[in-house]
């Protein structure tokens, strides 16, 4: 087990600091570290079981879940746990985390403007973004239902589609559509376009804070990339309700938006506060659309953009880490509402 696991980080590090050794191939280096990763792991969870089965039987039958449970608990540790604790030690620190400085980098971040306008954000962003992404997912989802298989097939397809575009590349694609170019140029972005066809002048639309203007244009990317993941699983939901209760309410005489109402929805409502949940903690963390698109300049910045300028253009170690203890907090009781609701719905099954 030992040895193993020696060969298996001392290979992966081999891949990242001497890449010459493998001819420079980020192929063969890809391919190597998937046969490695995986043989590897086979390996030391065969040698374990080896050893474990080496005990008294009794003793195994009770020692084996645990043995095999402890490497994946050793990985969670080390690359969640220990970054936490040490993140909460270092937001107590200076800039270069050299020397103590108590609570001045709180005092810091709370005394900003900069920092409570992105608390404000992403406030914003939890409000609209959840809500309207799980309520269009929704309305796909049910209305998808009422197609033929092959319509709801390609329907649900098209709708899916932008999951599978990473946040930057959805970031620059709808960087297209807000383009601005001068009075009297010509307009490539679709949306300027659409207003100068209209009679009205160009809008740079990025730069217009106006009521959050820009900051809502870019919830609208997000909304676009996460309703088809809140579609997904709530049309798996409405497909396993029981279709005998469906039809007892259309014979009692129940209009349609009645029977989804008072029999569809209250049979999805945890898969529905599931689907919100998740996308209310992918929105606190979202990071990649203000990046790619304004950096946080003109009042759209959020926290993680906030904490990524303070640690590597401010070089700010201790306020950067004091803003993600801020933004720990504020995802913390959202995840123990979830473990507590997904226990809640396990126990009633």
Known sequence: ??????????????????????????????????????????????????????????????????????????????????????????????????DWVGLDNYRAIFGS????????????????????????????????????PTGEKTAK????????????????????????????????????????????????????????????LLMVILIWLQTGFAMVLLSSAIKSVPEDTVEAGRVDGASEMRIFWQIIFPQVKVTLIAVLITVLILVLKVFDIIYVTTNGRYDSDVIANLFFRKLFTDQQAG???AVVVVLLLLVVPILIYQVKSFRDQEANR
């Open 1 to 98: 087990m030992a040895l193993t696991a020696w060969f298996v980080c001392n290979a992966f590090l081999a891949f990242a600091y001497y890449p010459q050794w493998f001819l420079g191939s980020g192929v063969l280096i890809g391919v190597l570290g998937l046969v490695i990763g995986i043989g590897g792991s086979l390996l030391f969870f065969y040698f374990l079981n080896l050893c474990i089965e080496g005990f008294p039987s009794r003793f195994a039958e009770g020692l084996i879940p645990y043995a095999f449970l402890l490497p994946g608990f050793s990985l969670i540790g080390i690359f969640l746990l220990y970054p936490t604790v040490q993140t909460i030690v270092y937001s107590f620190a200076n800039d270069d985390s050299t």
């Open 113 to 148: 403007g900069v920092f409570w306008s992105s608390l404000l954000n992403n406030f914003l962003w939890i409000l609209i973004v959840p809500v309207i992404s799980v309520a269009f997912g929704l309305a796909v989802a049910v209305l998808a239902d009422k197609l033929s």
């Open 157 to 216: 397809s098209f709708i899916f589609l932008p999951m599978a575009i990473s946040f930057v590349g959805a970031a620059t694609i709808w960087g297209l559509v807000y383009a601005y170019n001068s009075p009297g140029e010509a307009q490539t972005g679709l949306l300027n376009a659409i207003v100068t066809g209209l009679g009205g002048d160009p809008q740079p639309w990025y730069q217009i804070d106006t009521a959050r203007l820009n900051s809502i």
């Open 319 to 321: 306020q950067a880490s």
